[in-house]
């Protein structure tokens, strides 16, 4: 079974930088993608970012050329270097991992990001 365990999360002034890291373990064999979800408060969880075990990345619209998804395949981790933040980026962030891009079935427990305006 897949463990993820995110970090990196925080507060942030609007217009700074974060990078968020999330550890794989377990089941590593059965993870193409990895992915970084938010949720906002009264709001669903959306897709941010995701990135295939070959390296083809999708992104939100509302984050393209601000947020940098990558992945260390031998250390069985992904980033999300998060800058330019704005106020509308605080949310819980979530690691997830699956077999493509399109689904996702294993889950961390989130990582706050706060950005003050």
């Known amino acids: 079974q897949v463990q993820l365990v995110e970090s990196g999360g925080g507060l942030v002034q609007a217009g700074g930088s974060l990078r968020l890291s999330c550890a794989a373990s377990?089941?590593?064999?059965?993870?193409?993608?990895m992915g970084w979800h938010r949720q906002a408060p009264g709001k669903e969880r959306e897709l941010v970012a995701a990135?295939?075990?070959?390296?083809?990345?999708k992104y939100a619209d509302y984050v393209k050329g601000r947020f940098t998804i990558s992945r260390d395949n031998a250390k069985n981790t992904v980033y999300l270097q998060m800058n330019s933040l704005k106020p509308e980026d605080t949310a819980v962030y979530y690691c997830?991992?699956?077999?493509?891009?399109?689904?996702?079935?294993?889950w961390g427990q989130g990582t706050q990001v706060t950005v003050s305006s």
């Open positions: 377990g089941g590593i064999a059965s993870i193409n993608a």
């Open positions: 997830a991992a699956g077999v493509t891009m399109f689904y996702f079935g294993a």
């Open positions: 990135i295939t075990r070959g390296g083809s990345t």
